[in-house]
């Protein structure tokens, strides 16, 4: 009969197509996954120390094609799970992927063939600075150690212990670490992993190094002494404690001459324009009248540029960040004083303003920082009532104003006292 449940199952089976698998693939041309739910199977092996491993089964697609493969999969030791059940507890955690009504087949790659596609795909859309360093901890670091590993085999433990033996500083390894969490992000958008392996990874711990900054004379020395266009920008380092990239890729149409304003919008890296560092650091502050009737006394010595740069190249181009380094460093030795970056003007910037009284939010506005901890870890500034403390303490500390007392304890050591002195100006 047309209506029978026998002829509608015949109808359905003649609109799609059924895969070697058993699977098939619908009108749409979407892979349908087994409907089936798997309990897995739990192995205890090992000889010396007893380990659980699971096993069930997952899709795959391959070059359009489903396949069905076995997965192994490390659960724990006897010791983590010392009976059968709790080890069970966790292989069903594990198979919470595959028996999930909204399963389909992953596609599956080796991270080296995953990374080439990301680094097509992703990277390109990224800032050039940004996107130089991601392919050069691809190529010196991830590659060499995951690229042979399919995505789905790589595990946190095996992440571990790739930082682990990373034999660079811990500032490059939080670096690197960065760049496999994007990487990791775009594998699980795309459906290739389930789980995210960057998850509880340790890192080692980042000890900041006391970095260098100008007192203001030293500053205004390094002004004084620094050749246009120069001076100029050291100037503007100072009072501003604008980024290097900032500096190079700031425009006069960026200045207000009559408000007395800088708005910072763009940057510049090797000699290309591009946004900046992030949302905070798109802002806008004043400058000093001085600084301001000395930028209108350059101005028409000026040579315009297609870019309307303050800074520019006989090329038109923006600065290199290295071009203004240089002369600092020249300046810095003509005055015989400790070698130091650009980046000394931004943490003097931030020391100055604390000493004089200046609230942290309009630190933090000025610089660009996104947060009040990044700010507070720029200043060098020692607090006036930390100073009035370590000074009332050193009083009391000093051994030249104890005295003895005459009077032996019952160990039979003399104690020793306060002087009358001291007494009397605690009083």
């Known amino acids: 009969m047309p209506g029978s449940p026998f002829h509608l199952a015949a109808a359905l089976s003649q609109n799609r197509d059924t895969l070697p698998s058993g699977r098939s693939v619908s009108g749409r041309g979407e892979t349908l996954a ?10 205890l092996l090992g000889s010396k120390e007893k380990r659980w491993f699971g096993r069930w089964y997952e899709d795959v697609l391959e070059s359009g094609s489903v396949r069905r493969v076995r997965r192994q999969e490390f659960i724990g ?19 919470t992927v595959v028996n999930n009504p909204a399963y389909r087949a992953r596609p599956t790659a080796s991270f080296a063939e995953f990374a080439v596609r990301w680094e097509a795909t992703v990277v390109p859309q990224l800032k050039a600075s940004t996107a130089i360093n991601y392919r050069s901890h691809l ?3 991830l590659n060499p150690f995951f690229g042979a590993y399919r995505l789905a085999d790589i595990t946190p433990e095996m992440v571990q212990r790739f930082v682990s033996n990373l034999k660079v500083n811990p500032l490059t390894i939080h670096h690197i670490f960065v760049t496999l ?27 900041p190094a006391e970095r260098r900054h100008f007192s203001i004379e030293e500053m205004s020395s390094i002004i004084a002494t620094a050749a246009e266009p120069y001076r100029t920008c050291f100037w503007l380092a100072a009072e501003t404690g604008m980024r290097a990239g900032e500096l190079c890729g700031l425009r006069w149409q960026d200045v207000d001459l009559e408000q007395r304003l800088v708005s910072v919008v763009q940057t510049a890296w090797q000699g290309r324009i591009q946004t900046p560092k992030n949302a905070a650091s798109v802002r806008r502050f004043s400058l000093s009248a001085k600084l301001i009737a000395y930028l209108r006394s350059r101005l028409p010595s000026w040579t315009p540029n297609p870019y309307g740069l303050i800074f520019a190249t006989r090329n038109g181009t923006a600065w290199q960040c290295r071009k203004p380094l240089r002369q600092l460093q020249s300046v810095l030795k003509q005055l015989q004083l400790p070698n130091a970056g650009l980046h000394a003007f931004r943490h003097s910037q931030i020391t100055v303003a604390e000493r004089a ?14 947060s009040h901890e990044t700010t507070l870890l720029y200043s060098h500034a020692v607090g006036e009532d930390d100073r009035k403390f370590s000074g009332w303490l050193g009083e009391q500390l000093n051994p030249m104003c104890v005295q003895n007392s005459g009077v ?15 007494i009397e100006s605690v009083g």
């Open 77 to 95: 030791t006897q010791k983590d799970y010392p009976t059968r059940k709790l080890a069970i507890r966790e292989l069903d955690k594990r198979l």
């Open 357 to 370: 009284g200046v609230p942290l939010k309009t630190i933090q506005s000025r610089v660009g920082h996104s």
């Open 139 to 141: 190529r010196c670091h």
């Open 181 to 207: 969490q994007s990487l990791w992000r775009s594998a699980r958008a795309w459906r290739y992993v389930a789980d995210d392996v960057t998850e509880g990874v340790r890192l080692p711990r980042r000890i």
């Open 408 to 422: 032996s304890d019952a160990n039979g050591r003399e104690l020793l006292v306060a002087s009358p002195q001291v």
């Open 34 to 43: 087994r409907r089936r739910y798997q309990k897995g199977q739990l192995l």
